[in-house]
């Protein structure tokens, strides 16, 4: 399975984080419930990462939270992300967008029949690209373990791993797969 170049720098986003960089990085995260959204504009040669932990923003903690953290929130997280994207230049047509995670890795209380906090995550994610007016060319959502990405900001391929303790404490390796870009973007 193909690895990334070792010479680019590497950036680990930690969950409530969002980064945007402008030449070619490594971007690296783990995520349970939490969703990972990628933002891919090759004209620009602009990559970003953002890292959400929780589905809605609360509108009466709006005057006290700052941006830092508000991007835990995905509405928010993809919002501002969206903000920076357009202060560049980036058009909705030209940026790729590829969003991971949402499992349902937190247990649930017996017999709740509420959404768990990735289905929510998802849901929220798709729906404010979608009325944002990207399109998602790649994803793995929902599934009941963890997923570590690394989004190559240079090609635009993201390669996951799939998470399990079992995995962890036996020592197997854990499914790999590539995410990759498209070719004529």
Sequence with gaps: ???????LPEIYVQPGESRLVRQPAILRTVLGSCVGITF???????????????????AKES??????ASRRYVDFAIHDMIRQLDSLGALRMETQVKLFGGGDVL??????????????????????????GFVIIACRLRGDTGVRIEFNTGSGEVLLRKLTSSMARAGAKPVRKVYRSRKNA
């Design 1 to 7: 399975m193909q690895e990334f170049d070792l010479s």
């Design 63 to 68: 005057s006290t939270l700052s941006v830092m």
């Design 107 to 132: 247990p649930m209380i017996d017999g709740e029949r509420h959404a768990t906090v990735g289905k929510q995550n998802c849901d929220v994610a798709q729906r404010v690209l979608d009325e944002e």
């Design 40 to 58: 891919l504009v090759p004209r620009l040669g602009v990559g970003a990462l953002c890292h959400p932990m929780l589905p809605l923003f609360p």
